[in-house]
């Protein structure tokens, strides 16, 4: 530090960026600033930039505060004098307690004493002006000029934590609030852009984001909704954008992230019921990763966990459309488990309860496109049943035109939705496979060309999406076979061998895909054994 005079009470050379002064009562309160202001890094793009106080700082630090209780002085000691004159700025914390305090009082009269041009700073934490802050701040100078503190108001409904901090650090450094408000935010936008291009990054930065929680627990539930809207990010867009380049790696390496950052919580319990119906929905999606790479086991724990924590959120609940959606999913996961184990007897309960559900949805809310697409996908699992159970006996044809007939409707609530015209297309193939078992070929052709149709307006819309390119693939396995039956040998192998060529390209890109090594064996077997 640089020496000052010797005596205290004449202003030497400045060892301290500002004197921070407040009532012990507000102890806690002034620690918090203390190290929010010396740990403060000021914009690269300002540092080193001219204000009227002079050379803009990398930091802030040091600022003096005196952790010393005096009630029993008569006046201010040798250390507090001292410190005083060899600062930049005085920042006093104002409260009612601190305009009672004589202690306060006495170190804003001698600082304005000893520097009547430094900056004076007021940080309002509590209660109204009149009543917090000390009298010493309103006195008239030896030239009789009232000189006005710069104000900080902490109080909720005023400027806030955040921006009275940084009105604090513009009174410290001379520079202008806005040029610090903007290069601030400039530098947080920064950062957000670089973390979320790349998943891995993106994780990183919730690691960091946690890390920056646990360092200032002050702002803890701020920083769980900044996570938490990250995490809505990685659930809903990014997992479209992953799940269209087909990269299942890429989605468990975020399915873990995000899961660890609620594995780190201290109490699950106490999290809100919007967090609680989040994490249910990371073990939904984690369990549909699992299943893709043929890890049943931990895909069935999973989708258990899930269904404990919806089932017992929708009890809190019942008419909360949200928490019934939430539900309605794990009743599918755990259906769909039975069905993919050929235990039709255990999924068909689960699927008809997923449908109740799903029925529930669209009587709350008829106009909800989402909520009949969630029941055209529980008709679509009882037809899924009904042709499974069709190598045995005739499908009923009943809930294969619901799906489809309900996903036309969604069609036209939502004609330029992607996915919708996906989902579509995939009930003309059940249809399709429905009819082909009650033996009319040519109509189940007809519902595979308008399949196809659509998925191929898809492909040329978006031809990097493995999801369509998937189902083309799969759609022309099931056309080849039905030419195949019908006599157009010809045109069945052809389109035999364009689907064979994709599902290869397919399995290059994601090796970890078990369905589509699945496929890629059937399709390399003669038609002639797969066309019977």
């Not at 104002?94 to 009082?105: E, N």
């Not at 041009?117 to 006195?139: H, K, N, Q």
Request: include cysteine; hydrophobic fraction near 40%.
């Amino acid at each position: 530090m640089t020496a000052g005079s010797t005596d205290p009470e004449t202003p030497g050379l400045s060892t301290y960026r500002a004197f921070l002064s407040y009532s012990h009562v507000d102890e806690r309160t002034a620690a918090r600033l203390h190290r929010w202001l010396e740990a403060y890094r000021l914009p690269a793009r300002l540092v080193g930039t001219q204000s009227p106080l002079g050379t803009v700082p990398h930091r802030l630090a040091p600022i003096f505060r005196d952790r010393t209780e005096l009630p029993a002085a008569s006046s201010l000691d040798r250390e507090v004098r001292q410190a005083l004159s060899r600062s930049d700025a005085l920042v006093i914390i104002c409260s009612p307690a601190a305009r009672a305090s004589r202690w306060v009082d006495a170190e804003i009269a001698l600082f304005r004493e000893l520097h009547p041009d430094r900056p004076v700073i007021a940080a309002l934490i509590e209660g109204e002006p009149e009543d917090s802050f000390p009298s010493s701040l309103f006195a008239l100078d030896a030239d009789g000029v009232l000189h006005e503190p710069i104000a900080a108001d902490f109080r909720t409904n005023h400027d806030g934590i955040r921006l009275a901090r940084l009105k604090i650090v513009a009174g410290l450094t001379g520079v202008g609030l806005d040029r610090i408000i903007q290069r601030d935010a400039q530098r947080q936008l920064r950062r957000v852009i670089g973390v979320t291009f790349f998943a891995v990054i993106l994780a990183l930065f919730m690691a960091a984001m946690l890390i920056f929680v646990a360092r200032a627990r002050s702002e803890a539930e701020k920083q769980r909704q900044q996570a938490e809207g990250l995490i809505e990010f990685m659930f809903t867009d990014l997992r479209e954008k992953l799940r269209g380049v087909g990269r299942l790696d890429i989605l468990q390496t975020v399915n873990r992230r995000a899961l660890n950052y609620y594995a780190d919580q201290p109490d699950l319990a106490a999290l809100p019921r919007d967090s609680l119906d989040r994490r249910a929905r990371i073990l939904q999606a984690m369990g549909e990763d699992d299943l893709k790479r043929g890890d049943e086991k931990a895909a069935l724990a999973e989708f258990r966990e899930a269904y404990r924590v919806t089932r017992a959120l929708m009890s809190a609940e019942p008419h909360n459309p949200v928490r019934i959606f939430a539900h309605a999913q794990s009743e599918f996961w755990l259906g769909y488990v039975e069905f993919l184990r050929h235990r039709n007897d255990a999924a068909l309960p689960r699927f008809r309860a997923y449908g109740v559900l799903a029925r529930q949805l669209v009587d709350l809310q008829p106009e909800n496109e989402k909520y009949w697409r969630e029941l055209s996908y529980a008709q679509g699992n009882i037809c899924t049943i009904a042709i499974d159970e069709g190598h045995r006996r005739t499908p009923d044809l009943d809930s294969c035109r619901q799906a489809l007939e309900t996903m036309q409707r969604v069609r036209q609530m939502m004609p330029d939705d992607q996915a919708v015209a996906a989902d579509l297309a995939n009930r003309h193939a059940w249809m399709a496979d429905a009819l082909r078992m009650r033996g009319e070929r040519n109509a189940a052709l007809k519902q595979r060309q308008q399949q196809g149709a659509i998925l191929q307006a898809l492909i040329r819309k978006d031809p990097k999406n493995a999801t369509y390119v998937q189902d083309w693939m799969l759609a022309r396995y099931s056309m080849s076979q039905l030419l195949y039956q019908i006599g157009q040998k010809p045109r069945a192998e052809s389109l035999r061998e364009e689907a064979r060529k994709d599902v290869d390209r397919l399995v290059a890109s994601d090796p970890a895909n078990k369905d589509w090594r699945v496929w890629q064996a059937k399709l390399s077997e003669p038609l002639e054994t797969t066309g019977k």
